[in-house]
């Protein structure tokens, strides 16, 4: 049974940081694609950051910059590193498994970050 399990969210002011966690579970973690999305109240879901098994990081231009996506294989987790964070940023962030159009994706529950003094 795969399990993703978000963790590390909460109320944060904005500049302050937080860092998410993405630990993983009933999958060979290293061969798959891993992202984080986020989806705010009335809008759709987006990525915020994705990283490949070898390492290769892309991000939305609304982050970049500020966040940091970084994996550690021997762990089966996934980080984001979330910095000078803004009221935008306030969603609940969800990591993503992917393998490839011929493999179904799998999706964690999803931790809230709410930035706000």
């Known amino acids: 049974q795969v399990q993703l399990v978000e963790s590390g969210g909460g109320l944060v002011q904005p500049g302050g940081s937080l860092r998410l966690s993405c630990a993983a579970s009933?999958?060979?973690?290293?061969?798959?694609?891993m992202g984080w999305y986020r989806q705010a109240p009335g809008k759709r879901r987006e990525v915020v950051a994705t990283i490949t098994s070898s390492g290769t990081t892309s991000y939305a231009d609304s982050v970049k910059g500020r966040f940091t996506i970084s994996r550690d294989n021997a762990k089966n987790t996934m980080y984001l590193q979330m910095s000078i964070l803004k009221p935008e940023d306030t969603a609940v962030y969800f990591c993503r498994a992917q393998r490839g159009v011929a493999f179904r994706d799998y999706w964690g529950q999803g931790t809230q970050v709410t930035v706000s003094s």
């Open positions: 009933g999958l060979a973690f290293s061969i798959y694609v």
